[in-house]
């Protein structure tokens, strides 16, 4: 009787266990993903900026050359 007593309990113990282990595993995961997400929208946005910037350089010395060129009239 004893013995099924402690058997049952290390039974209850062993499954809280994996349940622990499963739930930490997938959160870590969902973690994981989060992070990866996030990195390519940083990424993404960062070479968005990357291109216009270089854009506006272009425009800016495209301006700069229209307005040496109206000065130089």
Do not use: P
């Amino acid at each position: 009787m004893v013995l099924q007593q402690i058997a049952k309990a290390a039974e209850q113990v062993c499954e809280k266990e994996l349940n622990r282990r499963k739930w930490q595993s997938e959160f870590y995961m969902k973690s994981n993903l989060q992070k990866q997400r996030l990195t390519r929208s940083v990424m993404k946005r960062k070479e968005e900026d990357e291109e216009n910037f270089k854009d506006f350089n272009k425009l800016r010395k495209c301006g700069d050359e229209s307005q040496s060129s109206l000065e130089g009239d």
